[in-house]
Nanobody, 114 residues
Framework: VQLQASGGGLAQAGGSLRLSCAASGSIFSINVMGWYRQAPGKQRELVARISNTGIPTYGNSVKGRFTIARDNGKSTVYLQMNSLTPDDTGVYYC?????????WGQGTQVTVSS
């Protein structure tokens, strides 16, 4: 299984960015796809994840600003990030959980300037 992330980059505070992550390989129907992020000196934290049935879960700091969605036919997950703040800066990692295995993408940098 491979995860290929795209999007990210630099945004100003209050702006928006969109991340995409496409999974390839043997993808089972029961899975959860999502995004985690890690800021310098901090632990990796959940941003958002979504089940194969479309049920989302958001980290507290992004609720109401970020929206996660997925296209099961394309094995792709999307993260729309609005109202960005400098605290959203970090490396964003795509994740695919197919029990009992956990897969991670290479990470994409998101930088929000004030």
């Amino acid at each position: 299984v491979q995860l290929q992330a795209s999007g990210g980059g630099l945004a100003q505070a209050g702006g928006s960015l969109r991340l995409s992550c496409a999974a390839s390989g043997s993808i089972f129907s029961i899975n959860v796809m999502g995004w985690y992020r890690q800021a310098p000196g901090k632990q990796r934290e959940l941003v958002a994840r979504i089940s194969n049935t479309g049920i989302p879960t958001y980290g507290n700091s992004v609720k109401g600003r970020f929206t996660i969605a997925r296209d099961n036919g394309k094995s792709t997950v999307y993260l729309q990030m609005n109202s960005l703040t400098p605290d959203d800066t970090g490396v964003y990692y795509c994740n695919l959980w197919m029990p009992p295995n956990d897969y991670w993408g290479q990470g994409t940098q998101v930088t929000v300037s004030s």
